[in-house]
């Protein structure tokens, strides 16, 4: 007899049921502490350096770093979080005090989850680093999808190529002739190799101020930047593992590291592919932002940028103002965003 396939219904009830179920014996084993007011000291400062499924760490003005339990009542708290938190007067099972409430950020950077909605993954960003691959090709509408994410962000972007000691002269020339069109409007760019050096050392200047974080499909060399950047954070990672008593949540945590020159990188496996479903049209289009010279003069209000009479952006196109890759990315991203909310829409019946 043939096994009948669960309903994409069935699998979402039966993962978020496995996760309370985890969650529950988690905070059973872990004998969750019940902070009382006479238990902990005065409210003070921190940031999120750490974010584990059930526990953050949080570093003070001194640059200690304390592991902390969270208040039920708050949002989902995540690495670079400014917090106010409260050290308890004594350890329990590893965890040394509990985490009261989150000041406003200055900006986040979320991704949609199946599951969840939209996911926030990191906050108070100074600059988000895309990172790229040459081999086997380089994508472009990639590199718009995570172009759109920012401009919705309002954080800066920089657009990094990795792996450039593979090129052949020739295809060195063809990727700088890609990467123009993006210097054109306005973004700064970057060829790098992790494994020879090539420029890394103006990476490495580029992370030296305010908090960066690293974007990139899998594959692109995310994880040998940040070993070449620093590399004692494997040894770092192992010793949390040993001495936390958590150790089986640090190879799913995101982490803020120091830099030895300066500025803070985040590190994030839950950062890969973001998609755009969650995003309105007008949310797309306004990630473009050489569009937005042209924007609202086209000659009718619900213009699709096609084929319509009077388009303004079409007409930029034509002259040489927009770059007729990007204008053929947009719609392409506009057609994957339909595609995907049509599944979406299908499958939630």
Excluded at 90 to 109: D, L, M, Q, T, Y
Excluded at 193 to 218: D, H, P, W, Y
Excluded at 262 to 274: A, N, T, V
Excluded at 302 to 322: N, S, W, Y
Aim: hydrophobic content about 35%.
């Amino acid at each position: 007899m043939a096994k009948r396939k669960l309903t994409q219904n069935q699998k979402r009830r039966i993962h978020s049921n496995n996760a309370k179920t985890l969650e529950h014996h988690h905070r059973k084993s872990k004998k969750e502490i019940d902070w009382q007011d006479e238990m902990l000291g005065d409210t003070q400062d921190g940031i999120v350096v750490t974010r584990y499924s059930m526990h953050a760490d949080v570093e003070n003005s001194q640059g200690e770093i304390y592991r902390c339990n969270l208040r039920r009542t708050l949002a989902n708290v995540v690495v670079g979080d400014h917090v106010v938190w409260r050290q308890g007067h004594e350890k329990f099972h590893g965890i040394s005090g509990v985490i009261e409430a989150i000041k406003p950020r200055k900006n986040e950077i979320a991704r949609p989850d199946y599951y969840d909605g939209l996911k926030v993954i990191a906050s108070n960003i100074d600059r988000i680093i895309i990172v790229s691959a040459v081999l086997p090709s380089l994508s472009l509408n990639i590199i718009d999808r995570y172009l759109v994410i920012c401009e919705n962000a309002n954080i800066p972007a920089v657009i990094v190529l990795n792996k450039v000691d593979l090129l052949t002269e020739q295809q060195w020339q063809e990727a700088e002739e890609q990467l123009n069109i993006y210097q054109n409007i306005g973004y700064q760019t970057l060829m790098i190799s992790a494994t020879s050096g090539k420029n890394m050392e103006k990476l490495t200047a580029l992370l030296g101020e305010g908090i960066s974080i690293f974007v990139g499909q899998s594959g692109v060399g995310k994880s040998s930047l940040i070993n070449h950047i620093l590399p004692e954070v494997n040894a770092q990672t192992g010793e949390i593992s040993e001495t936390s008593g958590l150790g089986q949540h640090t190879t799913t945590a995101s982490r803020l590291y120091h830099l030895p020159q300066g500025g803070e990188l985040i590190d994030s496996p839950g950062i890969r592919e973001f998609g755009l479903w969650h995003l309105e049209p007008d949310q797309i289009t306004q990630g473009y932002r050489e569009f937005q010279y042209v924007l609202g003069t086209c000659k009718f209000r619900d213009c699709k940028h096609l084929t319509d009479p009077g388009c303004a952006l079409r007409e930029a196109v034509e002259q040489g103002k927009i770059h007729p890759v990007r204008f053929e990315n947009y719609h392409r991203l506009l057609l994957s965003r339909e595609e995907n909310k049509s599944q979406r829409h299908f499958v939630d019946e």
